[in-house]
């Protein structure tokens, strides 16, 4: 009996938000948790924020070089890291004929500086081995300036490399664990980098991150229900917001309400095949039509077994191995299977898993069905 009165409630709050939006602006009602449950499923919706980003709102790349020491005999010995060492050592008033390099190293530091970073703010960046040092594990970046496009330094990077890399060997072997020779560093930022203007004439645009025309058109027809008619879809990847006079003085409240609305995000029937990995990802669109598809298993056998010839008595001559090599190929038949119009992504996986067909066979079987004409989906190989 206590399911009626809540239905109640919650049509009751559904039309008084309507009738009151027609009349005045309303702030949208709060955002579903990210989990909810709709009649026992996952609720497939998303929050506009996590699909797009206001125009204007963009990070700043910034980039230079260094040296890196403490290194424990894994620096750089090239000619670049003695020149860069010697130059350091002079600047320091230091006149070095032939540095030694071995705890040193040149690297190359890059990072991106957000939007409405203030002085002093602390941004992590990359560093990389600019020379033939094995890792920088252990090492500490000297100041190190980083510079935009434009030539003017924005950070300074300094401090100890912070990476998960490692490298170990011996005369004859050695052994490698992630990527030793790349670390991050800490930068503070030392020049604010000025946003660019995000209202324009009254309006502000999102950007989406995918690009698609019926995702764009969900987010202007879910604005226009919070805030009669001030959204419109430019192209499938614009939406431009006309923002209401009494938000305009306040536009980082206006964004955090646009941001909570929730859209079902539309995509494209695309299969995404990456060759060097042998990962395929298929979307929830993609469609098969009526096609006979055939598997033959071929085995061959390759097997080797050498023979000892051993001379005959008192022949004076030498035991000799000669080689025998023995190969089959054995055929199981062909396995025909009719894969139905309108097969659906779960159709097909399992279709696939019955025939036990590999990542790589997987691949060749769908660029045969896009050239046949038979995949009803976009395939992309990466």
């Known amino acids: 009996m206590k399911l009626i009165p809540d239905i109640l409630i919650v ?139 434009d030539d003017e330094i924005y950070a300074i990077a300094q401090g100890p490399i912070i990476g998960g890399g490692v490298a170990a060997g011996g005369a004859a072997a050695s052994v490698t664990k992630n990527h030793p020779t790349v670390g991050v560093c800490e930068a503070i930022v030392e020049r604010e980098i000025c946003p660019e203007q995000l209202l324009v004439n009254g309006r502000l645009r999102l950007v989406l991150r995918n690009k698609e025309y019926s995702t764009a058109t969900q987010i202007s027809n879910a604005l226009n229900m919070v805030f009669p008619n001030t959204a419109r879809a430019l192209d499938a990847g614009t939406v431009e917001i006309a923002v209401p006079r009494s938000f305009q003085r306040s ?22 095949i990456n060759q060097k990995t042998g990962t395929i990802v298929m979307g929830k669109h993609v469609k098969i039509s009526r096609v006979l598809f055939a598997s033959e298993n071929i085995v061959i056998s390759t097997a080797e077994t050498p023979v000892a010839s051993q001379p005959a008595p008192f022949s004076q001559g030498e035991t000799v191995v000669l080689p025998r090599s023995a190969v089959d190929i054995f055929e199981s038949g062909g396995t025909y299977n009719v894969w139905q119009e309108g097969l659906t992504v779960g159709d097909l996986a399992q279709a696939l898993n019955t025939l036990a067909v590999s990542p790589n066979s997987m691949i060749n079987i769908f660029t045969t069905l896009r050239n046949q004409g038979a995949l009803q989906a976009e395939l992309v190989i990466e």
Do not use: W
Not at 120 to 141: F, K, M, P
Not at 252 to 272: H, N, T, Y
């Open 251 to 272: 536009l980082p409240a206006f964004i955090s309400m646009v941001g909570e609305l929730r859209i079902k995000p539309d995509q494209r029937a695309r299969v995404v």
């Open 11 to 149: 049509l009751c709050c559904c039309f008084c938000s309507v009738t009151t939006a027609s009349s005045q602006v309303v702030a949208p009602a709060p955002a579903a948790p990210r989990n909810s449950y709709v009649r026992g499923q996952l609720d497939p919706s998303v929050r506009v924020k996590d699909i797009t980003f206001v125009d204007g709102d963009r990070n700043n790349h910034v980039s230079g070089d260094g040296l890196v020491f403490g290194l424990s005999g894994t620096g750089g010995k090239s000619e670049q890291t003695r020149s860069m060492a010697s130059s350091y050592f002079l600047h320091k008033g230091i006149r070095v004929d032939q540095a030694e390099t071995k705890n040193m190293s040149a690297v190359l530091v890059s990072g991106k500086i957000p939007p409405y970073a203030r002085k002093g703010e602390t941004i992590l960046i990359n560093v990389s081995v600019a020379d033939d040092a094995t890792s920088l594990r252990g090492g500490t970046l000297h100041q190190a300036v980083l510079r935009g496009i």
